[in-house]
């Protein structure tokens, strides 16, 4: 399975460097407890894919129905919820 996921990784790089760049350097700002609340949009369509996510329920994610607005309102909560984690 690490060889797989290695193969895809290499050719993510190879055909889309930015977006792969950009889940890198997120990956590098935030603390592995860190809370990411995600709306539809290209970075997170990418990062539920390949964004590395270390710790359960860190990485919120709306699954389907357009839900355009998600992030706020599950962003306070997480908030309200881990004041002290990113």
């Given at each position: 399975?690490?060889a797989?996921k ?9 055909k889309?460097?930015?977006?792969m760049?950009?889940m890198?350097?997120?990956?590098e700002?935030l603390a ?8 539809p949009t290209i970075v997170c369509?990418w990062g539920?894919?390949h964004?590395p ?5 860190t990485?919120?994610?709306p ?5 355009l607005?998600?992030?706020?309102p599950?962003?306070?909560g997480a908030?309200?919820?881990a004041?002290?984690?990113q």
């Amino acid at each position: 399975m690490a060889a797989v996921k290695a193969e895809i990784e290499r050719r993510l790089q190879e055909k889309a460097p930015l977006a792969m760049q950009v889940m890198r350097g997120l990956r590098e700002a935030l603390a592995p407890d860190a809370i990411v609340a995600c709306d539809p949009t290209i970075v997170c369509y990418w990062g539920r894919h390949h964004f590395p996510v270390y710790r359960p329920r860190t990485f919120l994610y709306p699954m389907g129905y357009g839900t355009l607005g998600y992030a706020y309102p599950v962003g306070l909560g997480a908030k309200v919820a881990a004041p002290e984690r990113q």
